[in-house]
Protein backbone atom coordinates (compact mmCIF):
# COMPACT_ATOMS: atom_id res chain seq x y z
CA UNK A 1 0.00 0.00 0.00
CA UNK A 2 2.95 2.66 1.22
CA UNK A 3 4.45 1.79 -2.26
CA UNK A 4 1.65 2.30 -4.31
CA UNK A 5 1.43 6.10 -2.64
CA UNK A 6 4.82 7.17 -3.96
CA UNK A 7 4.57 5.36 -7.06
CA UNK A 8 0.76 6.32 -8.47
CA UNK A 9 1.40 9.64 -8.79
CA UNK A 10 4.66 9.45 -9.99
CA UNK A 11 3.34 6.71 -12.76
CA UNK A 12 0.61 9.95 -13.59
CA UNK A 13 3.34 12.44 -14.00
CA UNK A 14 5.06 9.77 -16.64
CA UNK A 15 1.42 9.41 -18.44
CA UNK A 16 1.26 13.20 -18.84
CA UNK A 17 4.81 14.02 -20.00
CA UNK A 18 4.68 11.24 -22.46
CA UNK A 19 1.33 11.47 -24.08
CA UNK A 20 0.95 15.05 -25.35
CA UNK A 21 -2.86 14.77 -26.94
CA UNK A 22 -4.16 15.29 -23.08
CA UNK A 23 -6.89 18.34 -23.48
CA UNK A 24 -7.09 20.68 -20.25
CA UNK A 25 -9.96 19.44 -18.85
CA UNK A 26 -9.06 15.68 -18.98
CA UNK A 27 -5.86 16.48 -17.92
CA UNK A 28 -6.85 18.20 -14.67
CA UNK A 29 -9.29 15.73 -13.58
CA UNK A 30 -6.63 13.06 -14.23
CA UNK A 31 -4.19 14.66 -11.57
CA UNK A 32 -6.63 15.50 -9.21
CA UNK A 33 -7.85 11.69 -9.32
CA UNK A 34 -3.85 10.62 -9.70
CA UNK A 35 -3.55 12.54 -6.72
CA UNK A 36 -6.50 12.24 -4.56
CA UNK A 37 -5.16 7.84 -4.73
CA UNK A 38 -2.45 8.78 -1.96
CA UNK A 39 -4.49 10.65 0.15
CA UNK A 40 -7.18 7.70 0.13
CA UNK A 41 -4.65 4.80 0.67
CA UNK A 42 -2.83 7.32 3.73
CA UNK A 43 -6.72 7.60 5.34
CA UNK A 44 -6.90 3.56 4.83
CA UNK A 45 -3.50 3.12 6.44
CA UNK A 46 -4.50 5.41 9.21
CA UNK A 47 -6.94 3.38 10.09
CA UNK A 48 -4.85 0.36 10.47
CA UNK A 49 -2.32 2.34 12.43
CA UNK A 50 -1.87 0.76 16.04
CA UNK A 51 -0.89 3.21 18.55
CA UNK A 52 -0.31 0.38 20.90
CA UNK A 53 1.49 -1.80 18.64
CA UNK A 54 5.50 -2.57 19.62
CA UNK A 55 8.29 -0.84 17.88
CA UNK A 56 8.73 2.53 16.34
CA UNK A 57 7.58 1.74 12.29
CA UNK A 58 4.23 0.20 11.21
CA UNK A 59 3.17 -1.46 7.91
CA UNK A 60 6.81 -2.12 6.82
CA UNK A 61 7.22 -2.91 3.27
CA UNK A 62 11.16 -4.11 2.34
CA UNK A 63 12.77 -5.49 -0.86
CA UNK A 64 16.42 -5.34 -1.41
CA UNK A 65 17.82 -2.42 -4.21
CA UNK A 66 21.93 -2.46 -3.30
CA UNK A 67 22.68 -5.24 -1.06
CA UNK A 68 25.84 -4.86 -1.22
CA UNK A 69 25.53 -1.44 0.03
CA UNK A 70 22.77 -2.34 2.58
CA UNK A 71 20.60 0.19 0.46
CA UNK A 72 16.89 -0.91 -0.17
CA UNK A 73 13.00 0.18 -0.91
CA UNK A 74 11.85 0.42 2.52
CA UNK A 75 8.78 2.09 3.43
CA UNK A 76 7.03 2.68 6.89
CA UNK A 77 5.14 4.75 8.95
CA UNK A 78 5.10 5.68 12.58
CA UNK A 79 2.77 8.17 13.99
CA UNK A 80 4.05 11.37 13.35
CA UNK A 81 5.21 10.52 9.22
CA UNK A 82 1.88 9.07 8.97
CA UNK A 83 -0.02 12.37 9.69
CA UNK A 84 2.60 14.38 8.16
CA UNK A 85 2.61 12.42 4.93
CA UNK A 86 -1.65 12.46 5.19
CA UNK A 87 -1.36 16.38 5.32
CA UNK A 88 1.05 16.89 2.58
CA UNK A 89 -1.56 14.49 0.66
CA UNK A 90 -4.39 16.67 1.11
CA UNK A 91 -2.15 19.85 0.63
CA UNK A 92 -1.08 18.38 -3.10
CA UNK A 93 -4.65 17.67 -4.13
CA UNK A 94 -6.08 21.00 -3.12
CA UNK A 95 -3.28 23.07 -4.91
CA UNK A 96 -4.12 21.04 -7.70
CA UNK A 97 -7.45 22.32 -7.23
CA UNK A 98 -7.08 25.26 -7.65
CA UNK A 99 -7.54 27.26 -10.74
CA UNK A 100 -4.47 28.99 -11.79
CA UNK A 101 -2.81 30.72 -15.01
CA UNK A 102 -0.85 27.95 -16.13
CA UNK A 103 0.56 30.42 -19.52
CA UNK A 104 -0.46 27.67 -21.78
CA UNK A 105 1.68 24.58 -20.22
CA UNK A 106 -1.07 22.82 -18.36
CA UNK A 107 0.17 19.37 -18.90
CA UNK A 108 4.20 19.67 -17.61
CA UNK A 109 2.48 22.10 -14.88
CA UNK A 110 0.56 19.07 -13.32
CA UNK A 111 3.24 16.71 -13.81
CA UNK A 112 5.79 18.52 -12.16
CA UNK A 113 3.39 18.77 -9.34
CA UNK A 114 2.34 15.03 -9.39
CA UNK A 115 6.04 14.07 -9.33
CA UNK A 116 6.97 16.48 -6.32
CA UNK A 117 3.99 15.00 -4.35
CA UNK A 118 5.55 11.41 -5.03
CA UNK A 119 8.85 12.56 -3.96
CA UNK A 120 8.11 14.71 -0.73
CA UNK A 121 5.87 11.63 0.34
CA UNK A 122 8.62 9.30 -0.27
CA UNK A 123 10.56 11.27 2.20
CA UNK A 124 8.11 10.96 4.65
CA UNK A 125 7.61 7.62 4.31
CA UNK A 126 11.18 5.60 3.14
CA UNK A 127 12.55 3.78 6.18
CA UNK A 128 16.24 3.78 3.98
CA UNK A 129 18.50 7.13 4.89
CA UNK A 130 20.07 6.60 1.33
CA UNK A 131 16.86 6.70 -0.30
CA UNK A 132 15.66 9.51 1.78
CA UNK A 133 18.14 11.46 0.29
CA UNK A 134 17.71 10.49 -3.06
CA UNK A 135 13.87 11.51 -2.60
CA UNK A 136 14.89 14.85 -1.14
CA UNK A 137 17.40 16.04 -4.33
CA UNK A 138 14.09 14.61 -6.61
CA UNK A 139 11.89 17.46 -4.46
CA UNK A 140 14.61 19.90 -4.90
CA UNK A 141 14.02 19.58 -9.07
CA UNK A 142 10.64 19.37 -9.29
CA UNK A 143 10.43 22.57 -6.93
CA UNK A 144 13.13 24.45 -8.78
CA UNK A 145 10.75 23.76 -11.98
CA UNK A 146 7.90 24.86 -10.69
CA UNK A 147 9.23 27.94 -9.08
CA UNK A 148 11.10 29.00 -12.24
CA UNK A 149 8.27 28.32 -14.66
CA UNK A 150 5.05 29.11 -12.55
CA UNK A 151 6.19 31.08 -9.95
CA UNK A 152 5.25 34.77 -9.49
CA UNK A 153 7.63 37.85 -9.20
CA UNK A 154 11.47 37.25 -10.63
CA UNK A 155 10.67 33.87 -10.26
CA UNK A 156 13.42 32.77 -13.20
CA UNK A 157 15.95 34.39 -11.12
CA UNK A 158 14.88 32.85 -7.61
CA UNK A 159 15.13 29.26 -8.83
CA UNK A 160 18.85 29.44 -10.02
CA UNK A 161 19.27 30.47 -6.24
CA UNK A 162 17.44 28.62 -4.55
CA UNK A 163 18.47 25.04 -6.42
CA UNK A 164 22.52 25.09 -5.42
CA UNK A 165 21.99 25.97 -1.56
CA UNK A 166 19.11 23.72 -0.38
CA UNK A 167 21.92 21.28 -2.84
CA UNK A 168 24.66 22.23 -0.57
CA UNK A 169 22.47 21.50 2.34
CA UNK A 170 21.81 18.19 1.73
CA UNK A 171 25.22 17.37 1.06
CA UNK A 172 25.93 18.23 4.48
CA UNK A 173 23.13 15.35 5.42
CA UNK A 174 24.73 12.76 3.31
CA UNK A 175 27.59 13.63 5.05
CA UNK A 176 25.75 12.76 8.44
CA UNK A 177 23.95 9.90 7.24
CA UNK A 178 27.59 8.57 5.76
CA UNK A 179 28.64 9.26 9.36
CA UNK A 180 25.85 6.91 11.23
CA UNK A 181 26.64 4.76 7.98
CA UNK A 182 30.43 3.73 8.14
CA UNK A 183 30.83 2.73 11.79
CA UNK A 184 28.38 0.54 11.71
CA UNK A 185 29.45 -3.32 11.90
CA UNK A 186 26.68 -4.41 9.31
CA UNK A 187 26.80 -1.54 6.71
CA UNK A 188 23.48 -0.74 6.04
CA UNK A 189 21.61 2.74 5.17
CA UNK A 190 18.25 1.00 7.16
CA UNK A 191 17.06 3.13 9.81
CA UNK A 192 15.65 0.95 12.42
CA UNK A 193 18.93 -0.45 13.19
CA UNK A 194 20.45 2.64 13.33
CA UNK A 195 17.78 3.72 15.92
CA UNK A 196 17.72 0.41 18.24
CA UNK A 197 21.30 0.64 17.80
CA UNK A 198 21.80 3.98 19.73
CA UNK A 199 18.89 3.86 22.37
CA UNK A 200 20.71 -0.10 23.37
CA UNK A 201 24.31 1.86 23.15
CA UNK A 202 23.77 5.88 24.28
CA UNK A 203 21.00 5.32 27.03
CA UNK A 204 17.97 6.48 24.67
CA UNK A 205 19.85 8.77 21.88
CA UNK A 206 17.30 6.92 19.37
CA UNK A 207 14.95 8.84 20.27
CA UNK A 208 16.93 11.75 19.50
CA UNK A 209 17.50 10.50 16.24
CA UNK A 210 13.73 10.01 15.32
CA UNK A 211 13.09 13.23 16.20
CA UNK A 212 15.67 14.18 13.88
CA UNK A 213 14.24 12.95 10.98
CA UNK A 214 10.69 13.76 12.11
CA UNK A 215 12.11 17.92 12.12
CA UNK A 216 13.75 17.40 8.83
CA UNK A 217 10.55 16.20 6.58
CA UNK A 218 8.71 18.84 8.74
CA UNK A 219 10.84 20.65 7.15
CA UNK A 220 10.72 19.68 3.91
CA UNK A 221 6.86 19.73 3.87
CA UNK A 222 6.90 23.48 5.11
CA UNK A 223 8.91 24.27 2.18
CA UNK A 224 6.39 22.38 -0.62
CA UNK A 225 3.52 24.15 1.34
CA UNK A 226 4.96 27.79 1.10
CA UNK A 227 6.29 27.13 -2.72
CA UNK A 228 1.92 26.34 -3.42
CA UNK A 229 1.05 29.22 -1.19
CA UNK A 230 3.30 31.77 -2.95
CA UNK A 231 2.02 30.63 -5.96
CA UNK A 232 -1.40 30.63 -4.74
CA UNK A 233 -1.07 33.86 -3.40
CA UNK A 234 1.02 35.54 -6.26
CA UNK A 235 -1.76 33.91 -9.30
CA UNK A 236 -4.76 35.91 -7.17
CA UNK A 237 -2.45 39.15 -6.83
CA UNK A 238 -1.96 39.40 -10.45
CA UNK A 239 -5.55 37.98 -11.49
CA UNK A 240 -7.09 41.13 -9.10
Known sequence: MLTAVVVVPALAAAALVVDRRWTEPVARWFSLVAAAVPLALLTATWARF??????PFQLVEDAEWIPTLGVGWRLGVDGISLALALLTSLLFVAALAYPVDLQGRHRQYRAW????????????????????????????????FLIGRWGHGDAKAAAPKFFPYTL????VMLLGFLALYLPTDTLTFDLPPHVFHRESNKGGS????MLTDGVMTWAEAEAQAVVCRREVVGRTARDG
Open 50 to 55: DTGAPG
Open 113 to 144: FLFLEAVSLGLFLTLDLLLFYVFFDLSLVGMY
Open 168 to 171: AGSL
Open 206 to 209: GHYY
